[in-house]
């Protein structure tokens, strides 16, 4: 297959590699992503598909000339796949691309998709940093979600993790559930906390539109909690995990003093990244590329040798201006105004106007120390807030 409708500058830069597996044993009732259930007869074919992509693109000018520090393999449940197979897949990718000397490489799993020989097998492939789909403890509220896993195959997973030899393990919980409390997140957490792992990222329910979630609460069957119950949740997030050791890096996620995740601190800085994979989206040096988001439709064009892009967008200098801007804010520590002059020779100052200069006024946003962050009051409000910067 020809990359050659990628016309992109070649530049002397670091970047990262995301690929998509997008493939569940069962689809959970609040997803909304590009993931598919009971497609396992496709898993080896697209796996194929992948490699081909790989090897494709390791020869164009844009990847010659980066070198990369991460691999993030994402889903769906990539520890669906056989243990071999998806080896394979991350051996044929360091060998492809030149890596740095220590990359960070993240797997996506879900607790009933692992064995400890596949944790060791991944271990073997250079796998060093393992994401686990916990979302809850609570038997009733891993039901309403849909999880096909019990706190019993949480905790299994996380020591047989361990035995393996992973030391950098994040936990994913959910909060804002339906039925929930913030005392019953509250002793989540703890539950969690106690585990050790090295991160977390917590996130709030959002029900979206067309899953069966989303049918369950317009229909009364499931009532989710009042606003002030989620308020209290977050309260206790941030006391509790900021007492256990834990730094808020970004809105939703939050580390031990050096397991900060390299990957996502490359995405909310809006740098560079190569996606592979069925409805991944790349962004390479500003140019946009989503991939067609079928598997089985990614599939076919690969082997047909023919480009597997839906969508491709050069975007502007003002317009990556805004997203880096936005996406920046995330981040706790916020975003340089030095790099932004240094990457768009623009001031966000300048550029947003009597915008930003009231989101100052109004303590949302603040300047300190020559960085743009959100304010602690503007946190839990921080979609509204960076609305008003698109």
Not at 117 to 136: F, P, T
Not at 276 to 298: I, Q
Request: proline share 4%; charged share 15%; glycine share 6%.
């Amino acid at each position: 297959m020809s990359s050659s409708t990628l016309n992109i500058p070649a530049e002397h830069h670091q970047a990262a590699i995301y690929l998509h597996i997008p493939f569940c044993k069962t689809k959970c009732l609040y997803c909304s992503f590009n993931s598919h259930a009971g497609r396992d007869a496709e898993i080896a074919g697209y796996l194929q598909a992948l490699n081909s992509h790989i090897r494709s693109m390791a020869d164009h000018p844009w990847c010659r000339s980066h070198s990369f520090f991460s691999l993030y393999i994402g889903g769906g449940t990539p520890t669906i796949c056989d243990a071999s197979l998806l080896n394979q897949l991350i051996t044929n990718c360091l060998a492809a691309f030149s890596f740095c000397q220590e990359p960070e490489i993240t797997v996506e799993s879900n607790p009933n998709t692992l064995s400890s020989a596949k944790l060791q097998a991944l271990r073997v492939a250079g796998v060093n940093r393992l994401s686990i789909g916990v979302q809850s403890f609570s038997p009733a509220r891993l039901k309403c979600l849909g999880r096909s896993h019990t706190a019993e195959d949480a905790v299994l997973a996380l020591t047989m993790a361990r035995d393996a030899g992973f030391s950098n393990i994040n936990i994913d919980l959910m909060y804002g559930l339906p039925g929930q409390t913030a005392d019953e997140w509250q002793q989540t957490l703890e539950q969690a906390i106690s585990l050790a792992p090295e991160h977390f990222s917590l996130y709030e329910l959002m029900v979206e539109e067309k899953t069966p979630l989303a049918a369950l609460v317009a229909g009364g069957q499931y009532q989710l909690p009042p606003e002030d119950e989620v308020a209290d949740m977050e309260a206790v997030t941030i006391g509790l995990l900021a007492s256990r050791g834990y730094e808020r890096y970004e809105i939703s996620n939050y580390a031990l003093p050096g397991f900060t995740c390299r990957h996502n601190i490359n995405y909310w800085q809006n740098r560079s990244w190569l996606g592979f994979g069925a409805g991944a989206v790349g962004s390479l040096s500003g140019t946009k590329v989503t991939n067609v988001a079928d598997p089985l439709v990614y599939t076919q064009r690969i082997n047909s040798k023919e480009e597997p892009y839906s969508e491709m967008e050069c975007l502007s200098r003002q317009a990556l201006f805004r997203e880096t801007v936005i996406m920046g804010l995330r981040m706790l520590a916020g975003v340089s105004l030095q790099d932004l002059e240094d990457r768009f020779s623009l001031n966000p100052m300048d550029y947003y106007g009597a915008t930003l200069q009231t989101l100052l006024a109004q303590g949302l946003v603040l300047l300190d120390n020559g960085f743009l962050r959100l304010s602690s009051q503007a946190l839990p409000i921080a979609d509204r807030v960076l609305a008003e910067l698109v």
